[in-house]
């Protein structure tokens, strides 16, 4: 008999030395309790639950802000996908990375790069002194940005978002000032939603479907 073992592989980049941490996660041990993904330094970590619903709660560590963000995905996207790319709810970059182990490694290496493009060689005493300075532009209030990412993608993982791509897009969700955008980066179809309210954002865990133009 085969068994259908459920595993991923989650990475993120420690915002206290700059470290990439990569780790594989399976169902079993998350059915067990939290995991705990711990960087070297010990200056951060990364927690994986496996929730009754069924579905994959993290908190993760980020470069840019003084708090960490949590995100909830669901198990299909948890551990089916070749690759999942979270991002930090101010900035829009990616702060996290789940799928096949290549292919999150590969993903890990390009934010590197981004981020010594965007740095040059101080990027991590940059970095730092943002967070202690408290220079991201938040949100009005980050459980907007929470809520839209929950919906989008359980509605992708149903095949419920549709745009001009005839074959399905691929879909991101970015910051706009006091907006969030849900965008097609294959054809360049959105839709945004206000990001100063969390009754309006509250309002989108009613929709079955989602039309981006």
Known sequence: MVLDRKETTVAYRCPECGAGVVSLVGAFSLSADMIRMRC???????TVQYRNDKRVRLTV???FCPTPHSFTLSDEVFFKR????????YTGFPVCFIGAKNDVVSALSRSEAELLELFGDDTQTDLDSMRRAGRMIPLTDPQVFDI?????????????????????????????????RVE??????SAVFPADSVTTASEFLLADSLHLE
Not at 40 to 46: A, D, P, R, T, V
Not at 82 to 89: D, G, I, S, V, W
């Open 148 to 180: 839209v990412n929950f919906v989008v993608h359980d509605l992708q993982d149903e095949g419920r978002i549709t745009c001009r791509c005839e074959d399905g897009g691929d879909y991101k969700i970015k910051i706009d000032d006091c907006s969030i």
């Open 40 to 46: 070297s330094c010990g200056g951060s970590e990364l």
């Open 82 to 89: 070749e690759l999942t790319t979270l991002p930090c709810a």
């Open 61 to 63: 560590p980020c470069l």
């Open 184 to 189: 097609c980066e294959r054809c360049g179809a």
